[in-house]
């Protein structure tokens, strides 16, 4: 199948690769410009469809992380770019790695079946809350057994930001005790922002700073709305996944808090009896974005479980195409996309049991696979290096991509940009791409006039209030001070009768993470070719240019994460 069946697209076609040439010649380089009829074949649907059919068959069993079947997707990727020629993993091939797989190791921890408690020590007696009706919690990757009894002190949201004038934790003393917070953060924090600020990992982290010893999380009426606690209740037995390091000690975890527990919003009133504030004053507040102050909470709480741990591996596939500059081939444009799924489960009545993830993310990694061939395949190669990192583990937590920007193959400095590639929606002719966090950095202008030479246009955030821009794989490597963006296909359709909105809201609906997310949708492989050319002009905007992406002056997350 070819993208371009029409003389305006094949005009499109032409002009695009005539960049490629362009931007691609060197100064230093005494090699002819090759002609466009030496430029690489347009980018090719059937490849793609290929790609998807083969990641998403019931065969790899939902590629789950450290899962048989994730290995023979990993295997498969490995091959592809093998085919290609490229270079395994950069430059810095270390003892631990096997040829263009960087191997993971996770600890995969499990509750033990009976053993979550958490009773509030009321004024009245002792109130035992039921699991998983009342609370959840999860699975420890430090210990196997936890237990704590410890007085309670309410928070607030427990975040700290000083560029924003947040502090939960000003003339609070929480040392020794544990926390209880509401989740989410103050409404008149920005959507992006706010989600690193409100997040669990940063309210652990904060909670530890000041001595705690537990985390006690709020489910609330407002976050009812969003996200029910009985749908967060249907996953409560699912195994949790932490990549260990060299030291076998899990990354990111806070071994001062020995336990936490997420309790439901009704079932943690019993918490505030007797308290300086009610618990529905407080809900009041977090709906209507008032201030909510902390206070000292009147009961003590325990909390206990016990947890199962075992060891498996996963690897990120890692490639290279060598850049053609002399200097400018030790920096890398990097293009990531995840090749995990969630692998096997059971959703009601249906007989069907494989979350086969044909657009959550084979989509991604096929359309990576398709850019990686048609740069592989250029003469003359862009001035910058481009590196493929296809991870593992990002549906438990972006697990493959941390690893990654944590160790990474080449010196993290040498990362100049990341474009990632996760669930776009190839399911009708779009005319515009979303790059989620483009008003960050200097990648914004990038990526619209990458999109502009092939009239596709770049759209603002649709949907802010998401903060999408914190919850994919990109975000490791904004972690690690590299300018990022997420790229999806925009709302807006060449055909007037598709709203490109209702397909996105119908899919999070109706397929997203279900096992209907399957080849049988209506996938339009000339779109996701198309989606394949617009990656390509990204990546070699970025690749050619002469100065690397910057934060933009003053933005957060350039001024937190700088390197």
């Not at 004053?281 to 102050?293: C, G, L, P, R």
């Not at 081939?329 to 059971?346: M, P, Q, R, T």
């Amino acid at each position: 199948m070819n993208i371009f069946p029409s003389k305006k697209n094949q005009k499109i076609s032409l002009l695009a690769f005539s960049f490629v040439a362009l931007f691609a010649c060197n100064k230093q380089q005494t090699i002819e410009q090759p002609s466009i009829e030496e430029v690489p074949n347009h980018v090719n649907a059937d490849n793609i469809k290929a790609h998807i059919e083969f990641l998403a068959d019931d065969t790899l069993q939902g590629r789950d992380t450290g899962s048989h079947g994730y290995q023979i997707a990993a295997n498969y990727v490995k091959s592809y770019f093998k085919q290609l020629g490229l270079t395994p993993l950069g430059t810095n091939t270390v003892s631990e790695n096997r040829g263009f797989e960087q191997s993971v190791r996770f600890r995969k921890s499990y509750l033990v079946d009976g053993s979550a408690q958490a009773t509030i020590h009321g004024l009245k007696g002792d109130i035992e809350l039921a699991y998983p009706r009342d609370f959840l919690t999860s699975a420890s990757s430090l210990q196997s057994e936890s237990a704590i009894t410890a007085a309670t002190v309410f928070v607030g949201y427990g975040v700290i930001s000083p560029e924003f004038g947040y502090n939960d934790y000003e003339n609070i003393d929480v040392k020794g005790k544990i926390v209880v917070a509401l989740t989410g953060r103050p409404d008149d924090l920005p959507s992006e922002e706010g989600a690193h600020i409100g997040s669990g990992a940063e309210k652990s982290r904060h909670a530890a700073e000041h001595g705690a010893i537990g985390f006690i999380t709020v489910h609330t009426p407002k976050r009812e709305k969003i996200r029910s606690f009985e749908k967060s209740a249907q996953y409560a037995d699912t195994p949790r996944l932490s990549w260990l390091t060299k030291d076998n000690v899990p990354f990111g975890k806070q071994a001062e808090i020995i336990a936490g527990a997420y309790i439901q919003h009704d079932a943690a009133k019993a918490l505030f009896e007797g308290a300086a504030r009610t618990l529905d004053d407080i809900y009041a507040a977090d709906t209507n974005n008032s201030a909510i102050k902390g206070f000292a909470l009147p009961h003590k709480v325990t909390l206990k479980n016990r947890s199962r741990n075992e060891e498996v591996s996963s690897p990120n596939i890692i490639a290279a195409v060598e850049g053609s500059d002399p200097q400018l081939k030790n920096e890398y444009v990097v293009f990531s996309a995840h090749l995990d799924h969630i692998g096997i489960s059971s959703h009601g009545d249906d007989e069907d049991t494989i979350n086969n993830g044909a657009l959550d993310n084979a989509s991604g990694v096929a359309i990576l696979l398709e850019t990686a061939r048609l740069l592989a395949e250029m003469p003359i190669k862009p001035k910058r290096s481009v590196l493929f990192v296809v991870v593992t583990g990002e549906e438990k937590g972006l697990l493959g991509s941390s690893y990654f920007a944590n160790n990474p193959t080449v010196p993290v400095t040498q990362l100049v940009a990341n474009v990632n590639l996760d669930m776009p929606l190839i399911l009708y002719p779009f005319a515009d791409v979303i790059a989620f966090g483009s008003t960050h950095s200097t990648l914004g202008e990038i990526v619209a006039t990458a999109g502009k030479k092939i009239d596709i246009e770049l759209s603002e955030d649709p949907m802010p209030e998401q903060a999408l821009f914190t919850r994919s794989d990109h975000y490791s490597f904004v972690k690690a001070g590299i300018p990022s963006v997420f790229l999806m296909t925009g709302f807006k359709s060449t055909d007037e009768n598709i709203d490109g909105g209702a397909v996105f809201g119908d899919f999070l609906k109706n397929h997203y993470h279900q096992h209907s997310d399957e080849t049988t949708l209506p996938i339009n492989y000339d779109a996701a070719a198309n989606f394949a050319l617009v990656n390509l002009m990204i990546g070699l905007e970025i690749a050619n240019q002469s100065e690397r992406p910057k934060w933009h002056d003053g933005d957060f997350f350039g001024i937190t994460f700088a390197q």
